[in-house]
């Protein structure tokens, strides 16, 4: 058998069928080839959601355990096990060969989903258990999509295009599973399983269409720099040059992720507590218009070619969006925005950091200082830590809120998260003008 070397796949001969599509992506016009990439990428996160997310759309009204709202108790059980898996990622998704990737994908889903099956079989309390080992493979997914998008010319398009399935996927998973609970009276423990079990089909066409993906050509490489694995004595090194600027990035989106996860695990208590009730579409609805305005933004990115201007311009997106973020929570407080509007105002500011940080800012970080590596120990890092401060919120809301609900703990929240982020922000932009290198065109 051949070795497909037009494609630049390194090392294993391949099927007719895979070297026909990743030959033909090798040759296709950059605008097919960003499409198809897109598609594939945000396909299959879209459908990993609907195996991590469903089971919020339920309130699990009236019920408690160990003194703590069950819902509250499962929503920290499976933010454990996603916490331990960026945690493992740092190794795992940094170091795992590019031929494994998509069968790993199909394997950490198909683990989730027997974890959801579990967890409708088992009588609750203890079912909060499964949800623990239905977060812990499921949080090494999105490294592994990225992967095939990373070091690319047009990687922030790419991005931008992934980070739109996590944005509306979880509204819309949240749509659907809370649609199955009213419309249908599917119980809520059977309902997380059945979700996922609807988005199984589409999801194997998804990671297949990845699986096709050709890596980065030599063209990619020169423009950015080359993406390779990762071990431990590079990942030390990598963290030693860079230590000061990483920690204040990664500080930066340990804040976004308290406040973004807030917004979006107790969505149902949140716009109940904003007058919205027995709604479903109401989460699709709110999440669509983000998506919209944070993939035009992010997206146009990729046309600085400069990595130098590029990265600093992220930085000062990230202080857009903060400002973003307390303009809505004034605008809720002093009753200017409807529900509607506060909610999409306030994602907008959330997530136009937050996917900056996924699709521009640690990308054009390495390609701009010139380094080699995956972002992939980047972006596991930061989660790794975000991840764990969000645990212990949830661990600690009782005695932090006093238990006056949801709504007042997200506007605090978002309101210091964002006065904090901008003073840091600022700090980091003082920081990297004065470190990264003269500007190289991408």
Request: with cysteine; net charge neutral; proline share 5%.
């Amino acid at each position: 058998m051949a070795w497909n070397v037009e494609a630049n796949v390194i090392e294993r001969p391949v099927s007719e069928p895979a070297r026909s599509v990743s030959h033909w992506l090798t040759m296709a016009n950059p605008a097919v080839f960003s499409v198809y990439c897109i598609v594939a990428a945000f396909g299959t996160y879209f459908c990993m959601y609907a195996f991590r997310k469903p089971f919020t759309a339920a309130t699990y009204e009236g019920m408690v355990a160990f003194g703590i709202g069950f819902k509250t108790i499962l929503i920290t059980s499976q933010v454990a096990g996603y916490t331990l898996s960026k945690f493992i990622g740092i190794k795992l998704v940094s170091e795992l060969p590019a031929r494994h990737r998509a069968a790993a994908i199909l394997l950490l889903i198909a683990i989730a989903e027997l974890a959801l099956m579990l967890f409708a079989i088992t009588p609750p309390p203890w079912s909060f258990v499964w949800l623990f080992f239905n977060g812990l493979p499921l949080g090494m997914v999105f490294g592994l999509v990225l992967g095939f998008l990373e070091g690319r010319a047009v990687s922030e398009a790419l991005a931008a295009g992934l980070c739109a399935s996590f944005i509306v996927s979880s509204g819309f998973v949240k749509s659907v599973g809370r649609s199955m609970i009213e419309n249908y009276d599917v119980d809520v423990f059977w309902m997380p399983f059945l979700t996922g079990l609807l988005f199984a089909p589409p999801l194997l066409l998804f990671v297949g269409m990845l699986a096709q993906i050709p890596p980065p050509s030599p063209s990619d490489e020169s423009l950015r720099s080359k993406r390779v694995p990762m071990n431990a004595q590079q990942r030390s090194g990598f963290w030693r040059r860079h230590a000061w600027g990483l920690t204040g990035l990664i500080a930066v989106y340990v804040m976004l992720t308290l406040a973004r996860s807030l917004r979006d695990d107790f969505a149902v208590e949140i716009w109940s507590e904003l007058g919205v009730n027995d709604e479903p579409m109401v989460f699709a609805q709110s999440e669509f218009w983000v998506m919209l305005a944070i993939v035009a933004i992010a997206g146009l990115s990729s046309f600085i070619r400069s990595n130098r201007t590029a990265f600093l311009s992220s930085l000062g997106l990230l202080a857009v969006g903060f400002l973003i973020v307390i303009g809505s929570v004034l605008g809720q407080a002093y009753g200017y925005l409807s529900p509607m509007a506060f909610m999409v105002f306030l994602g907008l500011g959330l997530y136009l950091p937050y996917v900056a940080f996924h699709t521009t800012v640690f990308e054009r970080m390495m390609a701009a200082f010139q380094e080699t590596g995956t972002i992939g120990y980047l972006m596991y890092l930061a989660d790794a830590m975000g991840y764990l401060v969000y645990v212990g919120v949830m661990v600690f809301r009782q005695s932090i809120t006093g238990g006056d609900g949801f709504l007042p703990l997200l506007l605090w929240g978002a309101l210091v998260v964002a006065a904090v982020s901008t003073v840091v922000t600022g700090v980091l932009c003082y920081h990297f003008s004065s470190t990264v290198p003269a500007a190289r065109v991408s």
